[in-house]
Structures are given as C-alpha cells and as structure tokens.
T-cell receptor
C-alpha cells in the first residue's frame, strides 16, 4: 500500500515571497504519478501540477514547480512570487500507474498543509 | 468545457436515512471517482466507475455504493446513514483510457456535496 506524508500542518508566507511545501511518499512501485492539488476555502479541489515518475525533469507550471527526488521518495512544491489567491490547503497525492494498459484512478492523498499568504 | 458538477451541494439527513449524490463528469470523460473528505480521516477513495462498471474500490462498508450511467454520469448512495458519514463528498472525472506507459490520466474535481447527518 502507498502512503503520502505531509508533515507540516501549516505554513505562512509573505506576499511575493517564495515558499516550499514538503511531501514524502512510500511505495514499492516503480511507475506512478504525483500530484499537488489546491483546495481554497471554496473547497473546490484544483490541480496545481503533476509529475510522472519516469521523467527526470521536474515539472513546472508558471509560478509552481516541483523538486522530485525519486530515490528519496520526496516531492516538494515551490511557489514563487506568492499571491493572496494562493491561500489554500495544499494536498500531495500519489497515483499508481500500471505498466501497459492497466487501469487505475485511485489517488492516495496526504493530510494536507494549510498555506496562508500574508499581505 | 463545463467542469465537473455535483448535486446537491448541501444535504442534511438524519441517522438511518439513505442519501443519493449525483456527479456529472466533464464532457468526454468516462471515468468517475468518488472521495470522502473528513477532518479526521482526510481524503479517502471510495470507488471508481468506468463505462458503467466499478473498476476500483476503497475500504468502505457495503452501505456505500455507486453506479454509472451510459452518459457517464454517476450516483453514489449511502444507506443507513451514521453520524460518522458527515463529510464532504468529492467526485472527480478523467478520460479513463489508458495507453502504453501512460497508464494514468489526471482527475478533475467537482465542488463537492456537503453531507450532514444529524
């Protein structure tokens, strides 16, 4: 079974600063995907970024980038130029990817981290 | 494209009753997954439906069931409600098709249904 750990329950950052959210996971699988989702006070879960485990290059999406360390099973999210709208709960999630045409859509989530951006 | 929609958004029931929640996926998406979110347990996977068949199932009792229709819309049913079933129920849709070495596609979530059991 896979587990996802987010050890920091809360973080705070000044507007325009950079913040890094940590995530570690445990799995015996070799093929998988990792995600960061954002859940603002509206409770709508929004995809922030995704990383394929077979890719060595770290994913980036505008102000969001990840530091994926497969050997260490670490997957941190860096938010640059933090904005007030980044205030939300952030969830790290794991999805096993069966080799070939196997099917799996189960996301395993961490407990989440509450990020507050201060004006 | 319209996003994932869930109805109703809020629901209040009493213990012992049953409830049905509905989810309409993004157009073209054939997979629908359901998750339960509570402060204590966090986000937990309930089940996934693809082409009207349950393809994956989490560790929930049989009181939790679901189905998917030919238009990919999905319903989730909880029978004999318990106080502990109070939660935000999230539905997510994805294309659901797998191709070689791209065995996973991204899930997009709906706004959720907030269920309160009294």
């Amino acid at each position: 079974a896979q587990t996802v750990t987010q050890s920091q329950p809360e973080m705070s950052v000044q507007e325009a600063e950079t913040v890094t959210l940590s995530c570690t996971y445990d799995t015996s699988e070799n093929n998988y995907y990792l995600f960061w989702y954002k859940q603002p006070p509206s409770r709508q879960m929004i995809l922030v970024i995704r990383q394929e485990a077979y890719k060595q290059q770290n994913a980036t999406e505008n102000r969001f980038s990840v530091n994926f360390q497969k050997a260490a099973k670490s997957f941190s999210l860096k938010i640059s130029d933090s904005q007030l709208g980044d205030t939300a709960m952030y969830f790290c999630a794991f999805m096993f990817s069966p080799f070939g045409t196997g099917a799996n859509s189960k996301l395993t989530f961490g407990k989440g981290i509450t990020l507050s951006v201060r004006p | 494209k319209a996003g994932v929609t869930q109805t109703p958004r809020y629901l209040i029931k009493t213990r012992g009753q049953q409830v049905t929640l509905s989810c309409s996926p993004i157009s073209g998406h054939r997979s629908v997954s359901w998750y339960q979110q509570t402060p204590g347990q966090g986000l937990q996977f309930l089940f996934e439906y693809f082409s009207e068949t349950q393809r994956n199932k989490g560790n929930f009792p049989g009181r939790f069931s679901g189905r998917q229709f030919s238009n990919s819309r999905s319903e989730m049913n909880v029978s004999t409600l318990e106080l502990g079933d109070s939660a935000l129920y999230l539905c997510a849709s994805s294309l659901g098709n797998r191709i070689f070495f791209q065995g996973t596609d991204t899930q997009y979530f709906g706004p959720g249904t907030r269920l309160t059991v009294l």
